[in-house]
């Protein structure tokens, strides 16, 4: 096997990790920006490129970093706002945890949405107020998934960039 050759293996496979990592954004099984880094990483090691890959690979780690902490803060900032507290999101998330294994794909985002419920059921006493709290919790999740996706997508333009130009 020639180096030409293992080069063009090491861009294959970095390409399907930030494919597969992009994916697992969408669907929420795989974790999508440290696949999406690890696939520039790898190849940024062992590719041919010049000084170049590394510069991709400073500027998707950015990226990574930025997405990953703005992902958590502005949702969750939202969400102290509207007054849902941490226990719900918890409760939410176990709930979505078990129901990834109960109902398959779907089942992380049912279980999620009844243990918000449930929980703002529990806590404010009746179902006209647990839905208000039980929407912006959504929200946040939804506003979270773009905000990764996003994210991932810049990664991916990133790595696309430095392969024209490397």
């Given amino acids: 096997m020639n180096l030409a050759e293992t080069d063009t293996l090491v861009t294959f496979i970095a390409g399907v990790a930030i494919v597969i990592g992009i994916l697992g954004v969408i669907v ?3 974790p999508g920006l440290p696949l999406c880094w690890g696939g520039v990483l790898l190849w940024a090691i062992f590719a041919d490129g010049g000084w170049a890959k590394w510069v991709v690979l400073a500027v998707a780690t950015v ?3 930025v997405g990953a902490v703005v992902q958590y803060s502005w949702p969750g900032r939202n ?4 007054g849902v507290p941490n226990r719900t999101l918890l409760i939410g998330g176990l709930l979505g945890l078990v129901g ?5 794909v779907v089942g992380l985002i049912l279980g999620f949405v009844l243990g918000v419920w449930l929980a703002e059921r529990m806590r404010l006493g009746d179902n006209q107020s647990a839905w208000p ?3 912006n919790a959504l929200k946040a999740a939804g ?3 773009l905000i990764e996706l996003g994210a991932a997508l ?5 790595w696309v960039v430095g392969l024209i130009v490397a």
């Fill in 100 to 104: 990834f294994f109960v109902v398959p």
């Fill in 154 to 158: 810049g990664i991916a333009f990133v």
């Fill in 143 to 145: 506003l979270s998934m």
């Fill in 133 to 135: 709290s039980t929407k």
């Fill in 79 to 82: 969400l102290k706002r509207s």
């Fill in 28 to 30: 929420p099984v795989l």
């Fill in 63 to 65: 990226i990574a970093v």
